[in-house]
């Protein structure tokens, strides 16, 4: 983004400035928010974002930026994927900072991309956040959008599918849009001929599946404690749906859900689980469930 200002704002000095600013907040906080640190070629702007306050420093740097975007006339997107990963600390600074921007009128966006759980660890960052974001759930897509992702592409290269093969690619990706990736790279590459038949789907299913366990569904599990995987096995038992956390206690063999809280909250937090609504969990990816079910070993 620095280079972007220096490259193309009209306002020479300005945009030294904001670099200047930017080459303060990364002394300052390079310790603490990275291994190795990151240069920018330019001098601090002394006194400046270099307070070493996470918070302080990162609302300096924004409304700097946001003053120079809106003389420019110009504006200014912060974007932040796996939001709900970021530790309490760092995300309470950045709602900060969003706060003062948005008092300030300023051109400058800040937006993220996170699993279900995101809307709580904002509002847990900051009792405000609710107001200053707008949250938007994204769903799977609908039937007939996960049809168009498999048919289009191929149809541009002159590819189509039988009606029975798309049938079967819906069903066992869910709409979830990796899996459609997933699926679609493996019946793709296997398929003699077009069109794409359902004995082609029979044969890339086993493959999609296998890495689909080892780039997604195992690297989660295996970020769960040996007490929370228990956890979610109990959850898994008890269907593909929602399930009441009561149910789960009681699978458990406790009749209390506050009896195992630890374990859920452990869950909530890695983002391996959600509440949709109170009282009720549900796993943050498609297909979790039956994954757990189907592994040879539970804790």
Do not use: C
């Not at 869910?174 to 038949?197: E, M, N, R, T």
Request: no cysteine.
């Amino acid at each position: 983004m620095i280079r972007t200002v220096n490259r193309h704002w009209r306002n020479r000095e300005r945009a030294r400035r904001v670099g200047r600013i930017a080459a303060s907040f990364a002394r300052a906080v390079q310790a603490t928010l990275t291994r190795t640190g990151f240069r920018l070629e330019l001098e601090p702007e002394p006194g400046v974002a270099d307070s070493g306050d996470l918070e302080t420093d990162l609302t300096e740097l924004l409304v700097a930026l946001g003053e120079g975007a809106r003389e420019e006339g110009v504006g200014a997107a912060l974007l932040i994927d796996e939001l709900h990963e970021v530790p309490p600390d760092q995300l309470s600074a950045l709602v900060g900072a969003a706060h003062r921007v948005n008092q300030e009128r300023l051109p400058v966006v800040v937006g993220g991309a996170g699993l279900p759980p995101v809307g709580r660890v904002l509002s847990e960052a900051r009792s405000y956040a609710e107001r200053l974001f707008s949250i938007r759930p994204v769903a799977a897509l609908s039937e007939l959008d996960t049809r168009l992702a498999f048919q289009q592409p191929a149809e541009d290269l002159g590819v189509s599918f039988t009606g029975a093969a798309l049938d079967q690619l819906v069903a066992v990706s869910g709409g979830y849009p990796f899996f459609i990736q997933s699926y679609g790279k493996h019946v793709w590459d296997l398929a003699d001929d077009s069109p794409i038949a359902e004995d082609d789907v029979d044969l890339a299913r086993p493959r999609a599946y296998r890495e689909l366990v080892d780039s997604f569904f195992k690297p989660r599990y295996d970020r769960a404690t040996p007490t929370e995987r228990r956890y979610l096995h109990a959850m898994a038992e008890l269907g593909d749906d929602d399930v009441a956390s009561a149910d789960v206690a009681v699978r458990l063999g406790h009749d209390q859900p506050s009896r195992v809280s630890p374990q859920r909250d452990g869950l909530l937090t890695k983002g391996l689980i959600y509440a949709p609504e109170r009282g009720l969990l549900a796993f943050t990816v498609p297909h979790m469930a039956a994954y757990l079910r189907q592994l040879p070993e539970r804790p």
